[in-house]
């Protein structure tokens, strides 16, 4: 280890430089020196010599607390210390405990200052806190301990919150924060805690979304789009999780893909398919055979694709909403069969025997017999799928000679 061959001296010239660096540029309001400063999981170079400067140099609290200009920081700095140092020798749960205690010190602080010349700092603390959170538990994971530090990462992050759900120009940072508390959220499983950060956001008189940062209002249309997706509320989601896309960086592929991951089953469900060529692009060919599905009335495919990439559907929290596909395939199927028959006979093509359904499930490999075949159109007629009516006893689906298939306009169909 570097350490190991390090002078006392110069130890604590690099303790000295560091404590200068926070000081000029509290000072001096630097917020981007003082970003530098707090990002511990991104390995700068001058935390990694000072992290190695503090394992030989046991005695940083003493030159602290000698000088003024640095012992009035000293509840942000010692922690800190403590925080660089452990997370250099992986002591990961040690780390994370120190800097959330140097993180509500500098909290504190900031909710002193009258500006928010510090907001970007902050910005990075909120980030580390999440980061590091997640690295402890995962340490407390491999030792076979309960992972606990992520959901009091969240509670330290509602604080911050409320630092900045006030009035002035700090209140900007509250977004920020937020999508930090839903990446937390997310990650926990515990997504019902997002409803209280989003009323504050949409409600409150003194947030006015459209002053917050691009950057934040994407990643916000984003996950609020998602939990749409989860209350199956698809017209909000296809607005939120489009306004996302249409809002994104056009350089940030990966950020385009995560939405379209989302985006594309909002889509299908109100009936707008997307281009093969934008699958390919974004590397989402999972979706490749749904959407032929789609295209073509193919249930059996549908299904396929669906157990295909059952796990990957599941996780992203979209299998549900595929699944109700099914019935958009049941109307494309009928549409086929009825485009059949009017080649065949134009005057009798709105009348389709529930017989020649079920032949032509059964080609798909797919047993119904004529009762489920009945059951099935009855629901097509009823969600307005299909226009038309029954006629029992000839067992035949009557099609309404005008417009039997309705386009979607864009509202899902449950």
């Known amino acids: 280890m570097a350490s190991s061959y390090l002078s006392m001296g110069e130890a604590h010239r690099r303790v000295t430089d560091f404590l200068n660096r926070f000081s000029d540029a509290v000072s001096s309001q630097d917020a981007k020196s003082l970003c530098l400063i707090f990002s511990i999981s991104s390995n700068p170079s001058f935390l990694l010599s000072l992290s190695d400067a503090l394992i030989t140099f046991q005695d940083a609290s003493r030159v602290i607390r000698q000088a003024d200009r640095y012992s009035q920081y000293a509840d942000i700095l010692l922690p800190l210390f403590r925080a660089l140092q452990s997370y250099r020798l992986t002591n990961l749960v040690e780390s994370y405990q120190a800097f959330e205690k140097a993180a509500n010190a500098f909290t504190q602080e900031f909710r002193n200052w009258e500006s928010a010349w510090a907001l970007e700092a902050l910005y990075v603390i909120a980030y580390e806190t999440r980061i590091l959170a997640e690295r402890a538990d995962r340490e407390l994971s491999s030792n076979g301990k309960t992972p606990e530090k992520l959901k009091g990462a969240g509670s330290f992050l509602m604080k911050v919150f409320g630092v900045l759900a006030g009035k002035g120009s700090k209140r900007v940072g509250a977004l920020y924060v937020t999508c930090q508390l839903f990446k937390i959220y997310f990650k926990l499983g515990t997504v019902h805690l997002c409803k209280s950060v989003t009323r504050s956001i949409e409600t409150a008189r003194i947030f006015d979304f459209e002053e917050f940062p691009?950057?934040?209002?994407?990643?916000?249309?984003?996950?609020?789009?998602?939990?749409?997706?989860?209350?199956?509320?698809?017209?909000?989601?296809?607005?939120?999780?489009?306004?996302?896309?249409?809002?994104?960086?056009?350089?940030?592929?990966r950020n385009i893909r995560m939405i379209l991951k989302y985006l594309i089953p909002v889509k299908l469900s109100i009936g707008i398919l997307p281009k093969t060529s934008l699958l390919e692009k974004y590397n989402l060919t999972e979706?490749?055979?749904?959407?032929?599905?789609?295209?073509?009335?193919?249930?059996?495919?549908?299904?396929?694709?669906?157990?295909?990439?059952?796990?990957?559907?599941?996780?992203?929290?979209?299998?549900?909403?595929?699944?109700?596909?099914?019935?958009?395939?049941?109307?494309?199927?009928?549409?086929?069969?009825?485009?059949?028959q009017k080649q065949k006979d134009q005057n009798k093509a709105h009348q389709i025997k529930l017989d020649l359904i079920v032949r032509a499930l059964k080609w798909l490999e797919i047993d119904m017999d004529v009762d489920e075949v009945e059951c099935i159109m009855s629901i097509l007629i009823y969600k307005n799928l299909v226009k038309g009516y029954f006629a029992h006893k000839s067992k035949v689906v009557v099609l309404s000679k005008q417009d039997p298939f309705p386009r979607l306009t864009g509202k899902a169909i449950n």
């Open 214 to 253: 691009l950057r934040d209002k994407v990643t916000y249309m984003y996950y609020t789009g998602r939990l749409e997706v989860y209350n199956e509320n698809f017209s909000a989601a296809d607005h939120k999780l489009s306004y996302a896309l249409n809002h994104c960086n056009p350089w940030k592929e």
């Open 287 to 340: 979706y490749n055979n749904i959407v032929l599905a789609f295209r073509r009335g193919d249930l059996r495919l549908l299904r396929h694709a669906l157990q295909e990439h059952e796990d990957q559907f599941l996780r992203s929290g979209v299998y549900l909403v595929l699944e109700k596909l099914e019935l958009q395939v049941y109307q494309r199927l009928l549409k086929k069969i009825y485009i059949i």
